[in-house]
């Protein structure tokens, strides 16, 4: 094959139509190829009717690009973006499930929950559970914190994803319902313009 | 649910009258629509209500009743490759639908155009693990181009359309329906159908770049040695005309692969013959030398790249396919020129130069002059010792003149074929490429020529793969169909043999495979036939199977242990093809 090219994590975004046996059809799509994912989320997008997914990998951007082309062979996927992680803005939502008795006790933990922004969602006398949003790495973080004071329970969401440069698919649908192919059956238009964009 | 069986409704300003009509027979007027005249099936169960309806359309739909459902998978990929239409296949739940596995996995991998419908248990029992229920829908979603179930009988219409729409355009493939028994039965308003010609998440015609095509033309008017690689593109695109003004403008050596054969004709003067494994010298040897390699409507598949590593390294890559996901699937390309060949094909042949390369050309005749020294007439030609399947191929190509049908099966006899077949007609050459399926060519066969009736169709199938589907012969004794069978058989499975020999030393493992009296079961189906072992009696033999009223069978004692040569052993680069 070309030059080995490093693997790292890849953001895959597709639209589709909100279909029965959809969701299997792009999971062996990975699976066929025996690519583990990181990360699936399903929802809807700004578009009524159209779904979303967004799935993030580590991979090489050879394999990605390969696996995109196959995901937008599909009839029912519309289009398909990969983007690395400089050109997203993500998040991913986490619960912390901590006894009361503990948080309450210790200043140290309320201090901490403070530094990692995290919010009281729900206070029973039993447990307290928090949310925090972030990158990956913020979220696992807080849970190595916690570890020390009983943790309980942890869950941590799929990654939600918008990609900066996209101006959405409302565009995008018409250019589809019109009948009149548009040049972007091929080439993923975002990759190579992270220059362009607003970063935060 | 109405009570009646019509009901006045108004649309607009006039008043017409919109019929109840059950599920099924929803499905049979759109099948009828669509353009189906055949359908390969078998019923069952969870299939009767559609069956029933069938009973009342027979004058518009001819059903081939098959003696198992991999046969009718089979016989519409044969009615397909030879007809350019939508092969159509019914089947029941459970086994019936899993029976039809392997013949939808052949038509994914070999992009046949095939619309497979089967029943299912009732709606409210999904689930439930109902007698004859089985989740086709998830076990058939990687091996389709598109599958739905239908749980309601107003939703047909609209699937049916879709589903041929899907099967036939872009790159064409297989596509299923399942259809719940309660949705079979089930009577709705139907307001006639409507063909389906656009769903707004399918592109099945990329648009052309125009600038894609120019650079394209540069590079072939700058190319010394410009190399066209064809596959079953140009036939699935119908672009044969197409094609042939391409390379005769271009004066291009072109070469092909085993499903792309028979898209020029095999005498065409630039037609230098076939690639791959166990394809031509010349052209897999100068793959490794030529500057500009063209690529139309083929995937690299490893049995014709061998090594890719060490594949066409030199040369700059011109891919036109259709289908984006094989751009750079395999081989990276210089220039993607993706698209419809018929509509990609025509631009190019504009913008290149008329040329004639002839002595790049001769280059190829070279290599032609030491394999047909070394291999090719003693093969085809021998005068002593037992039969081979290369004189049998040869023999049969002077009495058909090139102008049959020939489907093959899979292993050595489906090398010899290919290689020494005569084709001067597309949609000749019909096998199973990709997928490898033996079992292929008796089913394929049968359709192939209720697909082609006009033409003869002669079967050509090894020892091993004949009995993988023996039954069908009951499909041609039932349907009277004409389809001239000719066994090669050596007794062994030889394809595995031969590599056995060449790289197991010889440790024959399981490939001794005993046969039964072909010409008695075939006569025990009312199919005349004879068995042939003298050189002698060859001719006369394959004259009185091609002469014969009606379906023959002949088989053909051959030498057991002959390898298929030339080969480009596994894990070797093209350029290292071995002769002997």
Partial sequence: ?200 | MQQKDALLTKTNETTVMVEELSGSEILLKGLIEEGVDTIFGYPGGAIMPIYDALYDYTDHLKHILVRHEQGATHAAQGYARSSGRVGVVFATSGPGATNLITGIADAQIDSTPMVCITGQVFAHLLGTDAFQETDVINITTPITKWNYQVTDASEIPEVLAKAFHIAKTGRPGPVLIDITKNAQIQKVEFEGYKKCDHIRSYRPYPIVRTSYVEQAAALINQAKKPFVLFGQGVLLGNAEKEFKAFVEKAGIPSAWTIMGAGAIATDHPLNVGMLGMHGNYGPNVLTNECDVLIAIGMRFDDRVTGRLDKYAKQAKVIHLDIDPAEIDKNVKATVPVWGDCKQTLPLLTALVEEKKHTEWLSKFRSFDKIENEQLIHPELNPTEGELTMGEVIHQLNLLTNGDAIIVTDVGQHQMIACRYAKFNHTRSNITSGGLGTMGFALPAAIGAKFGAQDKTVVAVIGDGGFQMTIQELGTIMQSGIDVKIMILNNQFLGMVRQWQELFNDRRYSFVDITSPDFVAVAKGYYIDGQKVSERANLVDALKTMLNSKGSYLLEVMVTKENNVFPMVPQGCSVSEIRLK
């Avoid at chain 1, 619960?95 to 990692?116: G, N």
Wanted: proline fraction near 2%.
């Fill in chain 1, 1 to 200: 094959m070309e030059a080995n090219q490093d693997k790292k994590e890849f953001n895959i975004t597709v639209y589709t139509e909100n279909q029965v046996g959809l969701l299997n059809r792009i999971a062996i799509i990975f699976s066929r190829r025996k690519l583990n994912l990181d990360s699936l989320n399903t929802s809807p997008s700004e578009v009524e009717s159209i779904h979303r997914f967004n799935i993030v990998l580590t991979e090489t951007e050879d394999v990605i690009r390969k696996v995109a082309r196959q995901l937008e062979k599909q009839v029912e996927v519309l289009k398909v973006y990969f983007n690395a992680n400089e050109d997203i803005i993500w998040q991913e939502l986490a619960l912390y499930k901590v006894p009361t008795e503990i948080i309450a006790e210790k200043v140290s933990v309320e201090r901490l929950l403070r530094q990692y922004g995290a919010r009281v969602v729900v206070i029973r006398s039993d447990y307290t559970v928090f949310e925090t949003t972030g990158h990956r790495e913020e979220t696992d973080a807080l849970v190595e914190v916690l570890q020390q004071y009983g943790l309980i329970e942890f869950v941590r969401s799929a990654r939600v994803a918008i990609i900066k440069a996209s101006d959405g698919f409302h565009a995008k649908l018409r250019e589809f319902e019109r009948l009149e192919p548009g040049e972007h059956a091929v080439e993923n238009e975002y990759l190579n313009k992270g220059e362009k964009v607003f970063t935060m």
